[in-house]
């Protein structure tokens, strides 16, 4: 891990304890939204790899740890323990809990909900204007709400407004059109519910199941 | 935004007034594929983020607008008010024109023609080749077109000299595998038309109806 | 190209004959996942964009060529004339055999096998857990197998465990779930054959038949 001194813009940036931050990474950053960039407050702990970019007007909990290349924008309120690994980007407006792992090549659009425990495999790309270009879309802009503990499966479409229940498992390469109710495995473009996460089955013999502390709550 | 100095090399790169380059951004970047980089020019008024790159040989109007390592290849023509997000890519050879916006992780084939007003969502990914890897490929190399004003949904994939029409709006997800007529919604794996954008409706309530200046002409 | 000096941390790179890696790029990161980065070798003739990372206890022949932004992360085994484009990541624990090309925007999975020649097309998303975020997972991650020769299309997903034989070809857009037998065209969600390569027409007349040197062998 390269330890490294802070790249800090403009004096707007505030770091807790511990945090290592790449040269090359940019903290504080101005959104061309706004006339100011805002205070950037990001925890302790930190690990922000090279050619990461996170902007003011943010806040960001202990623990984050950034993948090279990731970008956060600015309006976020993000927990603790938050992962973001190479090359994925969150928009601004976006409010995420704590233990949230978003991985590689991931775009999470403005006004998105990720709750405690989510995790977004690779790929996976958020939408949250239902027609998109629309002069009107600035005001029905609004991005899914993934509940506590779901996860989405590798280079998965979510579309605007759409509901992810809490332990939900989608599967990978998925459009997420609708709703999923709380538990379930759903798949397909466009996804439908094929069962419950409570009745899965570990085929490689492993466990009795996947995922032993969560059913269908 | 991050104010600075400019990073040309060779000597090869003109810029038009008020441009803002990252010190991280590269221009006039040479290929491999040539023996020269050959001349960048850009407009006025240009923001090149941090991690950029934007190759010789290469034509771009006033007003761009680049995201974090976003990479822009040789041989692009590419008109005014050009938007390009974070980590998308632009190949080589393709012909762009005013008001195009590209957001976040997309990638645009060589050979591919977006006209005025187009948007690509983020993750869209367009192709090329009909035969990857064919050893005869580099002869029947085509991007689609994408005609005036149509919009990509996100995650979208388009393949090699599909034409999407005139205003057409793709649903996010999609795999558009045929010619999109003028004015249509299509969607699915593979896309279907199923609609004409002058028929949609907002179902928030904002308006009438979404695009009320575009209709299926 | 740029030609540049060498960013060696820890003194853990061993470089071959007329390498060139931009000054932005960096080789040898110690991965958090241990306590030494352990070493990194790259053999001949090594170009290295601006933005790319490699990191240690990984193992790379001559005639590397990586994109802008890529990262390569620790304990992969890569042969010769390995390409990767911009923006794309492999992640640890990977076999890559001679001659492999990985475009841009693509994420290769902890644990996958690609044999020689093997092409992903840009966006091509991997996947090695059957049951992300199973406390149980790290026992059952495995990359799917991508054999000699094959091809798989842009924005296709490919799920853990399953073998894309030999010269295949899969369309884009893409996710397999399945094992497809060597010489198959297949395509679609879930993917599906749908003929053999050997059968495939170059529709534009430019030969007899794509890939005139590859059958169902």
Redesign the interface.
Known sequence: ??KSKISV?NGNVSLGKGCKIHR?A?LG??S?RKKSAGRLGIGRGA?V???A?IYGNTTIGDGL?T???A?IREENKIGDNFNI???S?I?YGCTIGNNVKV???V?V?QYTALEDGV?L???V???N?????????K??MRGPTIKK?A?I???S?I?PFVVIGKNC?VG??S?V?KNIPAGSVAY??PARVCGKVSE?V???G??DR????RGNK
Chains 1, 2, 3 share one sequence.
């Not at 204007?129 to 879309?137: A, K």
């Not at 996947?210 to 502390?213: G, R």
């Open positions: 891990m390269s813009k090359t940019i950053m101005a061309p690990i790899r090279s050619g970019v740890e993948g090279h290349n970008v690994w190479n090359n980007v928009d991985h590689s090549n775009y659009a995790f495999a690779p790929g790309t958020i939408a204007d239902p027609h998109p270009g629309c002069s009107f879309s005001k029905c503990g996860r499966g590798v280079n479409t579309l498992l990978a390469g459009v059109t397909g473009n899965l570990c085929d490689k492993i466990t996947p995922y032993p502390d």
